[in-house]
Structure formats: structure tokens, C-alpha cells
């Protein structure tokens, strides 16, 4: 199916959680003086505007990003904000980072990038911001396989599908399972919607018995709008870099005092 469009969701409360993640794993590991790759299953199309009309119509990033940044739920030093900070320079006010451009605000030269989008339209959009990276124009699950020890070998993947299958909750646990064999060094985060249905619980609980040492975060919030299915946000990451579980309950306690 190719029917998901972020464009109405980009910056909502999800991103936040998802990114402010992204963005602490990625500032820690460029910390190193050693190269990585970062790999990205799910791309989307890079960069989005918050003045478009798809963002206008849904009004998620006004209660995401936008009150986040106006109500002080990141540090000043936050990475996340470092990354907002250098698109909007570069791409305007409205610009809002998806995760290809977020990472590319830390990866040096000696970095590796893959980008994952099976949409058309949404990968020809990509090609036009990500050119620090290798495109791949194929069904992310199968690149992130044929990929599997990447060179070099430290880095991150980020497992991001639009969950449009119903089948990917009870699929994840085996890929995920099979990436992380094949490169048992990687950062390996998966994003998942929670659900007013709970469909995501078989799924985690799996992923827990598998990968025990790992690190599980959820935040909840409202629903975006009357009858919104989405009630909270999910990160399962293994090998977690150093600072990131506390960055996890740090976002968790936001959450808890301010989404509701």
C-alpha cells in the first residue's frame, strides 16, 4: 500500500518523541572520531512545510513541534533543536526536518547514509534534499536486509513503516530479530504507533523476550482530533548509545505533565 502521506503528521507529538531520540543517539555516536552508517527503512520525503496545506488541515504540528518549542519541552542544548536550527536556516521557517534530514545535521564527510522510499512521489521529493546519501528507490525492509552488516559497521537504523499492513505488528519481531543477528553492534530503532486497540502489545512483548537488554519508550498523549486512533508514540531500541534511557524518561515525564 502507498497511500500514507507524513506530509499531514510531520512534526506532531510522535515526531517529537521519535526525534528528540533520533537526534541524542546520533549526536552521541558523531561524537566518536569514527565513522558510521546510518540507515533509514522508511524515508518519507525529507522535509516538510508546516505552512502547507496538508499540515494546516490537521493541525498536529501545531500541538507538536510548534508548542513544544514554545513551551520549553526541550533544553536549549538539545539536539533535536540544533537540527530544526540548521534546515530552517537553509530552508525557511516553516521547514520542518523528517529523520534523513535530521540525521544529516550530525553525519560527516566519512559517514555513510542509505534512504529507503518505495512512493514516487515521496522518493522523488527525497532525492531533491537528501543528496548526502544514497537513495534507494525499494521496499525498505528488503534493502535494510540486502544491506545487513553495513560498511562501515557502527551506526543506526531507524525502522519506521506507516504500519498501513496490519501485518508488519506480527512481521517486526522476526525482522528485527534477523537484522539484529546480522549486526549485533547496530543501533536498532523501531518506531510504533499506540493504538486506542493495543495492536502493538503482542508486538512489543516479543520484542522484549527476544531483546531483553533493550530500551522500550512510550509516551501518551490526547488524540489529535475526535475518533483519532493514535493515542501515544513508541521507540524499541537495541543497543542503546550511552544518555539515551535518560533522555527516554526525561521525555516521558514531558509527556506525562504537559500532552495531555
Known amino acids: 500500500m502507498l497511500s500514507y502521506q507524513h506530509a499531514y503528521h510531520a512534526g506532531n507529538l510522535a515526531d517529537l518523541h521519535k526525534h528528540a531520540l533520533v537526534a541524542v543517539a546520533l549526536d552521541y555516536l558523531t561524537r566518536k572520531d569514527k565513522p558510521l552508517t546510518y540507515l ?9 512545510r508546516l505552512d502547507s496545506a496538508e499540515s494546516a488541515r490537521t493541525g498536529e504540528a501545531e500541538a ?11 533544553p536549549a542544548a538539545h539536539p533535536l533543536l540544533a537540527a530544526l536550527e540548521t534546515v530552517r536556516a537553509r530552508h525557511g521557517a516553516s521547514a520542518y526536518p523528517g529523520s534523513p534530514l535530521i540525521a544529516a545535521h550530525f553525519l560527516r564527510p566519512g559517514d555513510r547514509a542509505h534512504l529507503a522510499e518505495l512512493h514516487p512521489a515521496e522518493h522523488a521529493a527525497l532525492a531533491q ?6 537513495i534507494h528507490h525499494q521496499d ?25 499492513v496490519k501485518s508488519d505488528y506480527a512481521a517486526l519481531p522476526g525482522f528485527v530479530g534477523g537484522i ?10 523501531l518506531w510504533y504507533p499506540l493504538l486506542t486497540d493495543g495492536r502493538h ?3 512489543t512483548a516479543a520484542l522484549t523476550v ?6 522500550l519508550s512510550e509516551v501518551r498523549f ?33 509527556f506525562d505533565s504537559r500532552a495531555m
Open 40 to 48: 533509514e527503512t522508511h524515508a518519507g520525503r525529507g522535509l516538510y
Open 64 to 74: 507538536g513541534i510548534t508548542r513544544a518549542t514554545a513551551q520549553g519541552w526541550l
Open 129 to 134: 534534499v537528501a543528496d548526502f546519501a544514497r
Open 140 to 164: 525498505g525492509f528488503a534493502m535494510a536486509r540486502a544491506l545487513t552488516p553495513p560498511e562501515p559497521r557502527r551506526g543506526l537504523m531507524l525502522i519506521d513503516p506507516s504500519y498501513e
Open 180 to 189: 539484529a543477528r546480522k549486526w549485533n553492534v547496530g543501533v536498532i530503532a
Open 201 to 203: 502489545l503482542a508486538m
Open 210 to 215: 527476544a531483546h531483553p537488554a533493550a530500551l
Open 222 to 254: 490526547a488524540p489529535a482530533r475526535q475518533g483519532h486512533a493514535m493515542v501515544g508514540s513508541g521507540m524499541f531500541v537495541i543497543n542503546p548509545p550511552f544518555g539515551l534511557a535518560d533522555e527516554a524518561a526525561r521525555l516521558q515525564a514531558v
